[in-house]
């Protein structure tokens, strides 16, 4: 089975760049600014979408995505919603990948086949569960795979020689590699031990490999991609639509117009990146 | 639902995927996996160690004060008119609550696993105080997650930290209560993966955590078994004890899974009434779902996000449960029944006059149930309740509802 995923990383290598891979909270501040942060990703240069599910607990996330989350709630954002967003997109965009981001429990709540039958039919392509690990396969990476959905895994620092293959088994899409232990929003790593993680990873396997956690700006994307399939983007991403929003909610300027300027910078980072790497 | 079909031991779990029948298990970023595959070796390896049983048995007795005292409650049992009660008194141990039993285990096994720092959640302060005096006994740095609510109105626990040498940090993310506290120590984990032990307070989170807190704990129900055959020359009728994440009561009930004749009854906390959020009755009032490492049963809404939960006991806040007791829910071994703020209120004061006993609010919620219970049942009959923690840190909470400026 091929997806959107594979078939635009095909692409991107046919084309000899990396692809920029951009998080941002479903809902939040509310639906419909929501939505339309969404429908100008892909046209400021991101290559794949991640739509964030909020959660009141996300226990690997920095403050910058936690208080998205709770924007999001308290904006009525629910998981229903979350996937009748993506399928909205969809009636827009054909080609851009979505990837739905977040934690279990939503999911396990609203029902695992009931989820992957919606997720399929709202245009959603994969997805990647923190709190999953391969030991939990059986609740939903197998039925997603079953599905038709591809499940992207998180490979980490620790995640050692012994255990790689575990990690990569049941993988599919991508791999997301976290390029550090901590939560997300943290500081950049050394470029360098990058490079090497994603050898390591590409050792065990034939699928692209995205790095994230910690990537802000033009060139940090722009480093990280001369070595990585993929650069993955999210606190920034959220924060730019934080720095719009005063405290009380209100508006400031156009949320969608913010995230517009900066993925259009890190965009410009990641085609520049093989090129970077070249000279 | 559909009753799991009956194990023929209840004591058997958790199997080696960690889940108490479809409770518990392992749902962890991956980050953390490697961590817990790692304790969980030296977990395996330490149980099976007759030195290590030697250690926790030696600073039990001469730093613990344990075994703490079988103590016939002669004053309660004849103003119920009922059956005997006798409190197992944890509230006597060192720190003034069941929760040494565990801090001195799991500080144990940190050492063996060469850790350099330890992390703590705490929600009324009395794991954080535990954690922050095991830390000192044994010479760690220790930081200890508190919700910034709790850092306010729990003073007193705070300033004993302090003096331990912890660093208190207060939360404010999320709700800023225990369930955030808890999120933010598994951040903390999650970013110094290498030199840091997580001493998680209760019978709950990724396995291997319920099964060793369970061990840890059970010292509780053990010596209950022989002081009891002792005072008695049999087992008791029933077993109570209150249930926040469930540490005490897996203590004293495990030990006694096996025993059919013993009847057993854990107490929630029913806040207000369970009719509206303001209960930390997760599994009377709630279903099951995924948090903190485990499956189990939670207060949450229908589209899955947790609910905060309200406690006049501090030490029940908390919208979860340990996983076992969803299972020993679940599989019927175990009657869980909520009871309300102001009913435990009402026993902290009886015990207080009738015994001379101060109890934590926590155990007051099972002295409630007792209450209840005790005057239906037979002279001849035994109750055996967990007075897991002692009342001092409740003093002014108490004095505030009924109306004295402390």
Not at chain 1, 145 to 156: C, D, E, Q, V, W
Not at chain 1, 163 to 177: C, E, Q
Not at chain 2, 55 to 74: C, D, M, V
Request: aromatic residues 6%.
């Amino acid at each position: 089975m091929t997806t959107r995923i594979d078939r635009r990383f095909a692409a991107l290598k046919a084309e000899g760049r990396p692809g920029l891979v951009t998080y941002f909270m479903g809902g939040d501040p509310d639906y419909e600014t929501s939505l339309s942060i969404m429908k100008a990703l892909p046209k400021a240069g991101a290559d794949v979408i991640e739509l964030g599910m909020p959660f009141s607990d996300p226990m690997a996330d920095g403050p910058a995505i936690q208080a998205a989350g709770l924007r999001a709630l308290k904006g009525g954002q629910t998981l229903a919603k979350t996937l009748a967003m993506a399928a909205d997109f969809r009636k827009h965009d054909e080609d851009t990948p979505i990837v739905m981001m977040g934690y279990y429990n939503p999911i396990y709540v609203y029902g695992v086949e009931r989820f992957l039958t919606d997720a399929k039919a709202s245009g959603v392509d994969g997805l990647i569960v923190v709190d999953l690990p391969p030991e939990m396969d059986e609740e939903l990476c197998v039925p997603a795979l079953k599905a038709g959905l591809n499940f992207i895994r998180l490979a980490t620092p620790t995640t050692d020689e012994k255990r790689m293959p575990a990690v990569l088994s049941n993988t599919s899409g991508f791999v997301y590699y976290v390029s550090m232990t901590g939560i997300t929003g943290s500081a950049l790593p050394d470029t360098t031990k990058v490079g090497a993680a994603v050898d390591r990873i590409k050792a065990h396997t034939d699928l692209p490999v995205c790095v994230g956690f910690g990537v802000k700006t033009s060139e940090q994307a722009r480093a990280i991609g001369a070595s990585a399939d993929g650069v993955v983007v999210g606190t920034a991403i959220v924060n730019a639509v934080a720095n719009v929003l005063t405290a009380d909610g209100r508006k400031t300027a156009d949320p969608a117009e913010a995230v517009a300027t900066l993925v259009g910078g890190l965009a410009q980072g990641v085609r520049q990146a093989r090129l970077a790497a070249a000279q | 639902m559909n009753k799991p079909a009956l194990p023929n031991s209840f004591r058997n779990g958790p199997d080696e995927q960690g889940m108490f029948g479809m409770f518990g298990g392992r749902f962890v970023a991956e980050t953390l996996m490697p961590l817990i595959l790692d304790l969980e070796n030296h977990w395996n390896e330490a149980k099976n160690d007759p030195a290590f049983k030697a250690e926790i048995e030696q600073l039990n007795k001469h730093y613990t004060g344990r075994p703490s005292p079988l103590y016939f409650a002669e004053r309660l049992t004849e103003h119920l008119g009922g059956a005997k009660i006798y409190f197992k008194r944890d509230e006597l141990n060192h720190t003034g609550s069941h929760k040494i039993n565990n801090c001195l285990g799991q500080i144990l096994l940190a050492r063996r696993m060469g850790k350099k720092r330890i992390i703590a959640e705490t929600g009324a302060g009395q794991h954080g105080v535990a954690s922050a005096t095991v830390a000192a006994r044994f010479g760690y740095p220790c930081v200890v997650y508190m919700g910034a609510t709790d850092v306010e109105r729990q003073a007193p626990n705070v300033f004993r930290m302090k003096l331990l040498g912890a660093e208190v940090r207060p939360v404010t993310s999320g709700h800023g209560t225990l369930k955030d506290a808890m999120n933010e120590a598994l951040r903390d984990w999650v970013t110094n993966v290498e030199d840091t032990y997580y001493l998680i307070g209760t019978a709950a989170g990724p396995h291997p955590y319920p099964e060793l807190v369970r061990e840890f704990q059970s010292v509780i129900g053990r010596e209950v078994r022989e002081q009891m055959k002792e005072a008695e020359g049999r087992l008791p009728d029933m077993l109570v004890a209150a249930v926040g994440g469930g540490s005490n009561a897996i203590g004293l009930f495990h030990p006694f899974l096996d025993d059919e004749d013993v009847q057993i009854v854990g107490v929630e906390a029913g806040g207000k009434g369970l009719s509206g959020e303001e209960h930390c009755a997760s599994l009377t009032a709630g279903r099951p779902g995924v948090l903190h490492g485990n499956r189990t049963y939670l207060l949450q809404n229908e589209d899955g996000q947790i609910n905060e939960g309200h406690s006049i006991s501090a030490g029940l806040d908390y919208p979860g449960i340990g996983p076992e007791h969803s299972w020993l829910k679940d599989s019927g071994r175990v009657d869980y029944v909520p009871i309300m703020d102001d009913e435990a209120l009402e026993a902290f004061q009886l015990l207080t006059r009738l015994e001379g006993i101060i109890p934590a609010l926590e155990p007051a919620h099972a002295l409630a149930e007792v209450v209840k219970r005790a005057p239906k049942m037979a002279k001849d009959q035994i109750i055996v309740m967990n007075l897991c923690g002692r009342g001092d840190k409740d003093v002014f909470t108490v004095g505030k509802i009924l109306g004295h400026e402390l």
